[in-house]
């Protein structure tokens, strides 16, 4: 079922008159009301009346990740605190989040995307959605909820972990979609084969997978493990969150919501539009939220546009996974790490640079981070015990700033490898 | 009274000890006694070597990690109940070791490498005691 045809189905002309709308109202909105927006526009002698279609998009500044940080926490809303009926965060480079807010349009329109999105995904209101993203500040879980109550699906809010109380629902309840980060439903199927538990008992047929990257062959073996449709979902916080697109039932791209959010692709390094269907960085508009709405957003993520028609008859036009960084953010169990955090976090507890290597791994199912850190002579103490102490205490610092375990190890000085000056700061062993 | 002991930051890792002995051995510095403490993934070499001031100036030269530790060398004869003897003056002084190790030769005596919570105070104390300390000027002449 397509949930809103209309809009889904429209033509490129149609789409376009929509967006070059839209886009003039949201150029106003902003030039209005975020200084420092207006101060980027008018470095360039732009003004809001030069804004006449879509076409222009790609004249106005853009927006980093950093100007949201520097407007922390309210500083990009456009609108007073009295009209945000809900705030969402996500981590953020230097500990402090990325807060974004929504008005109670906002929510209607995010529900609607969501629902979409279950729709492509082949979810109807027969279904029973098990949403094992977590709730909370993190937009999956909550983004994925009034999805599903919007679209008349039953809900079973139950949040992440609690892998063991998981399985018994979709047992006891008969859960027909579950929604939560693929990492996570692969370690569902390790504990359900544990239990001895055959996915053929349960009635599992649409798997909702975001938040983090996984590849093709990830996608093979999570439907070969759960007997389900593995459906790729795809969102921001800075944008939306869950449903900014959604892969439909032929998993060929993910159909973007483009009424309300504009793709543009670009070279990471020029910033200028890559030709089309090249891989560039992801740029994303949004032309309806009232809350933070936000112009040329940096994702970071780079993938390509695909404008063909789809077989499913959406026009919506479909980008394909994200096949990495323009930066350098790992995503580890669905949370965004950034090397310059684990740095600061080793810089308060010593004086001078420290020097360390991160490593991902994928073991078994679930992401692992490792962290060495060199004993340079300001960490080094004649006692075990104390050495011992330094582990813990840096293991601590960093659960505790980014939300995430580490598994420290202390190596001697300069075996961390240094390249042209600069030391490689990640390696990433995961296979994704 | 008081003994310089160096000591290395080590990987567990194969050769790494053989590299620090290495570099001693050809900045011509002899080794006393050492002893390594480990966990599962790293070690700290303690060393009582001839010159400490060189080996941790060739060490840090060649990217260690490294430090001196103040220690005391306590030399008692080579005989059943010495070393409780010294323990028990310790004990009784209120000492406290955060680690020792030893070494001993069949007709010289044993010497007890002793790292106090407090050296000055261990030092006094076995003096008081009359244990016999082993001088730096006495170690570092070779």
Redesign the interface.
Known sequence: MIWNEKIECASRDEMAAVQSERLKQTVQRIYHNIPSYRAKMQEIGMLPDDVRSVEDLKKLPFTNKTDLRDNYPFGMFTVPMSEIVRVHASSGTTGKPTVVGYTRNDLNMWAEVVTRSLCMAGVTRNDIVQVAYGYGLFTGGLGLHYGTENLGATVIPISGGNTKKQIQLMQDFGSSVIACTPSYALFLAEVMAEMGIAPEALKLRVGIFGAEPWSESMRKEIEAKLKLRAIDIYGLSEVIGPGVSCECEHQSGMHVNEDHFIPEILDPETLQPVAPGEVGELVFSTITKEGIPILRYRTRDLTRLIYDKCECGRTLVRMEKCKGRSDDMLIIRGVNVFPSQIESVLLEMSETEPHYLLIVEREGTLDVLKLMVE???Q??????RE??KLKKKITHNIQSTLGISVDV???????IERTAGKAKRVIDNRKI | MIIK?V?V???NKSG?LNEVTKILADAEINLSAFTI?D?S??G?L?MIVSDPDKACTVLKEN?????T?DVVLAKTPNKPGSLSKLLDILQQEEVFI??MYAFSMQDEGAVTVI?PTRVERCVEMLQKHKTELIRADELYQF
């Open positions: 004993v340079q002579e960490f080094f103490s004649d006692e075990i050495l011992e190890k202390l190596v001697e000085p300069k075996t | 002991q000591s930051f080590l990987e790494r403490a966990t993934d790293f700290i303690r990217e260690f990690s490294v430090k530790t955060e680690y790292r």
